[in-house]
């Protein structure tokens, strides 16, 4: 029991910690965690219901962008960020109804391509989203970082809790769980595959556009640049490297992928910093195959 | 007698500069944050930005530039990519603790340090990005030293309008933001000016295949065709478009500039008789400090990174840019209000001309070089205007 | 313009088909996809552009070939053996190789486009309106006499018939004493093999750069989802298509979607064949 508490305690002083940083490390801090929102929608999506997808940052693009866009029209922030995540959701239980019945790769790559469409249509479409001349001055300022981290932490440990209620102590995630490890079982069981699938789009691409809308609120500047495929892929990498059925282990990778680079800085502002992420990747992969996620896990025990 | 005072006049003489030396830093150092892509695809050209920005600010430093501050430059790489820029910017002003900021290179990157610099009040000078809305947009700290792409297309216009005899043309452009703006401000000015579109093209800037969009050019046999690609695409454009024997006239909005350009595609651009619009080329006409600063730049180059380098006019937009910052600096101090108001009341002969800034805080383009050039079947350059 | 756009479509699926083949044999034999693909197609193109004032152009392809071997050896160990099991974790770690990659390129070549000059550049041939660049041709046929080669490997040699046991049940093919490693780490090797090639002759068409492996992966995945994971011969139609309805695609609907387009034509055709064109043999244990 006394355990327990030294482990909630450090926990606590942990999550306290960022309260005195500087601006730089904060701000660090914070975007990580808005980015491990969008490695929990993989985690559940992935993780949870084996259902690969790499076209996540075109959920977390429409939900920024409606944010952006709503907000800058003099909508109140919290309703366009409302609309936002309803949005995604909505994109997302469309994008289910085709894909739910794509099974392994051909999933990844559909879902590929319909991240692309998403990037191309926020190109696009400039009298919505000014295209690649961007939005500037979302107006949502007024908060300063330290709230910020509050709402963000506050943010992720309930979905954090979320998940993990679902993932051992719901039926839902039995049926989910089920669903990856053998779906004609699951169909032999009566359960409805194509349903399940879909709600496991729905909700990963509403987890996915908050954190689009999150995103915009705080950074306030938008262009479709940021949520092309190459995020999409980090995404998948982040949630991977945490171990993809962790979203603990997911906030972790996130949190020290952010850092790091940063602190590898001081080996110049070059290539070799670059370099020396790809090999970290590389070395969590071979020593850490159920990645950070499976060393906790271990430690657990 | 005469050559005890003789020596003492050359000893006070020789005296004289290091004492005027002490004076440089006496109130102080400023530190000044420059984002460029020093890494990543276009780091290609922010090294070389780099060392030309580190010139500046050591002629201002020996010089004593800047009212009797240092200047300070730190580096920050943004990669040309939003997101680098945002987390750069931020750590500039936050752990370097810069007092004003010089960046970025693209675009999307600028929007960013244009907003986290509007958000932590530091004054921003937007040297190389020209794109038309940033000073606008990023509120009362941005001022943009390069000249918008409006001013340059209106040029553009006006020497088209002039030179080429045509009735009928195709408007080809890539979909990022010189391109989306060059088709609107074009658009508008041929229609003013009577002519007809006859082929309008927006291709995706990450599409490196322009055969299809090359392919419709004879199709729809117009008498001119004018473009708005950058960098690398744009000769990846004029390979094709002279591998596909088309021999309709061609204009294109600024490309890469002289030298490197035409390292890449010079043969085919003088094949085809290429004529564009550049800020800057090496040559005869260039004015004495334009001589000046190419010597100085190719010399260093040659030493820290041992490549021949043609100076691009992205190099004198960052040399330039820091001499604004001092020559700011001097007037009315590193002090945001102060700074501000004396950036505005700027009045400045650099390397790319002359420098004064509207209203709006963008400089005015009328100072400002700017030229439209013709490849040579032989490979030369010549200037049309 | 119709027959133009027809050749420029066929020029296009010559490169994507290279690519794509590369793609789908990894995929076949090891059950990952290769993220490192296109950084190998980058690679390939570079040594290539480095070689040729030494030793020609056919030497140059040859040599981009033997180094990419090479590469495809370092992958097959560092990014694909460790992971037989959990692919995703392989899909992943051929991620960090192609930032290795890339970052390595622009340490070697720096980051500044360069032009890939051989001496077919400039000579086009023309019929009419039509014309076709002698390097573009050269590009279609090398295209269609390596891809022509690596189906009568597969088809017909005891290699070939390894890759094609080891793609069906790589357990049962072990059990017959096929050496899987060594058949996989084959499979990787011709893969890069073939994306050099794409590179090398790919590479004069357009700037080098180190960036432009990222674009050539996507449509080689759009070839693979028609033709079928793992089937040579699907992969080869389905590079032809993408590289036909791109170039028709851009001329008559818009060139601003042009990525799109291959993507959302692949889109509705997995709705209605979720298996694609060419469905796999991959028998469900139930």
Known sequence: MSRRILLIAAVAILAALPLTFGTFWINMVITALIFSLAVFSVNLLTGLTGLLSFGQAGFVGIGAYTLGVLAKQGHPPILAGLYGVLLAMLCGFLLGLPAARLKGHYLAIGTLGFGILVYQLLTNSVEVTRGPMGLIGIPTGGVDRQTWYLIMLSVCLAVLAALAYIDRYSALGVILKMVRHDEIAAQASGINTFAVKLIAFTVSAGLAGLSGALFAAYVRFLTPDLFNEQESFRYMMMAVVGGIGSPLGGIIASLMLTMIPEGLRMLGEDNYRLLVYGTMVLFVLWFLPSGIGGLIDRLRR | ?385 | ?286
């Open chain 2, 1 to 385: 007698m005469k050559s005890f005072s003789a020596a003492l006049a050359a000893a006070l003489l020789l005296g004289a500069p290091s004492a005027a030396l002490a004076q440089a830093g006496a109130k102080g150092a400023v530190k000044v944050g420059v984002l460029l892509p020093l890494t990543g695809n276009t780091a290609w050209a922010g090294k070389t930005n780099r060392i030309a920005a580190a010139i500046a600010a050591e002629e201002v430093n020996a010089q004593d530039l800047a009212g009797g501050y240092k200047i300070e430059l730190v580096f920050g790489d943004s990669q040309c990519e939003p997101r680098a820029a945002h987390d750069q910017a931020q750590r500039l002003i936050s752990q370097e603790k810069v007092q004003l900021l010089i960046g970025e290179w693209c675009s999307s990157a600028s929007i960013a340090v244009a907003q986290v610099a509007n958000d932590e009040k530091i004054p921003l000078l937007v040297n190389i990005s020209t794109a038309d809305q940033i000073a606008g947009d990023a509120g009362p700290y941005a001022f943009q030293s390069s000249m918008q792409n409006r001013y340059a297309q209106q040029r553009e216009a006006a020497l088209l309008q002039k030179d080429f005899k045509f009735d009928t043309v195709a408007i080809i452009v890539e979909n990022n933001d010189f391109g989306l703006t060059f088709r609107k401000n074009m658009t508008a000015l041929m229609q003013k000016a009577g002519k007809k579109i006859v082929l309008d093209i927006t291709q995706d800037r990450n599409d490196t295949n322009w055969y299809s969009t090359i392919t419709r050019i004879p199709n729809a046999k117009p008498d001119l065709v004018i473009v708005s690609i950058s960098a690398v695409q744009a000769a990846n454009f004029v390979k094709q478009y002279a591998e596909a024997g088309i021999t309709t006239p061609l204009f294109s909005d600024y490309p890469p500039p002289p030298r490197i350009f035409e390292r890449q595609v010079g043969a085919q651009a003088g094949k085809i008789g290429l004529t564009r619009a550049a800020f800057f080329i090496e040559s005869d006409a260039n004015t004495p400090a334009q001589k000046e600063f190419v010597g100085k730049l190719k010399a260093r180059v040659q030493k820290d990174l041992n490549e021949d380098h043609h100076p691009t006019h992205w190099d004198i937009a960052s040399y330039d840019a820091v001499r604004l910052v001092a020559d700011a600096i001097k007037r009315g101090g590193p002090k945001p209000a102060d700074y501000l108001k004396a950036m505005g009341a700027t009045k400045l002969d650099l390397v790319m001309g002359h420098y004064e800034f509207d209203a709006e805080r963008v400089v005015k383009p009328e100072g400002l070089n700017f030229l439209i050039i013709r490849n040579r079947p032989d490979g030369t350059l010549e200037v049309v205007q």
């Open chain 3, 1 to 286: 313009m119709l027959t133009q756009i027809l050749i420029n479509g066929l020029v296009l699926s010559g490169s994507y088909a290279l690519v794509a083949v590369g793609l789908t044999l990894t995929f076949g034999v090891m059950r990952m996809v290769n993220f490192a693909e296109g950084q190998s197609v980058m690679i390939g193109a570079f040594v290539a552009y480095t070689t040729v004032p030494y030793v020609g152009y056919v030497g140059a392809i040859a040599a981009a070939m033997a180094v990419n071997a090479v590469l495809g050896i370092i992958l097959e160990r560092t990014a694909f053996r460790p992971f037989r099991g959990v692919e995703l974790n392989g899909l992943i770690a051929s991620m960090g190789m192609s930032i290795i990659l890339i970052n390595v390129a622009e340490l070697v070549w720096g980051t500044t486009p360069r032009p890939f000059e051989t001496l077919y550049n400039e000579t086009s041939i023309n019929f009419g309106t039509v014309g076709i660049s002698v390097q573009r041709l050269i590009c279609v046929a090398a295209s269609a006499a390596i891809l022509l080669g690596l189906w009568w490997l597969v088809q017909y040699t005891s290699l070939g018939r390894k890759f094609r046991a080891v793609s069906e049940d790589h357990e049962t093919a072990s059990a017959m004493g096929i050496d899987v490693n060594q058949v996989s780490r084959l499979a990787l090797v011709i893969g890069s093999m073939m994306a050099a090639s794409a590179g090398a002759l790919t590479g004069p068409v357009n700037m080098i750069a180190p960036d432009m492996g990222r674009t050539e992966m996507l449509n080689a995945f759009a070839a693979i989802i028609l033709g079928g994971f793992g089937n040579v011969n699907g992969t080869i139609l389905g590079a032809l298509l993408i590289g036909m309805i791109q170039s028709l695609g851009a001329v008559y609907i818009s060139n601003a979607y042009s990525t799109s387009i291959a993507f959302g034509l692949l889109v509705l055709t997995l709705i209605f064949f979720p298996r694609g064109l060419v469905p796999e043999r991959v028998d469900e244990n139930v």
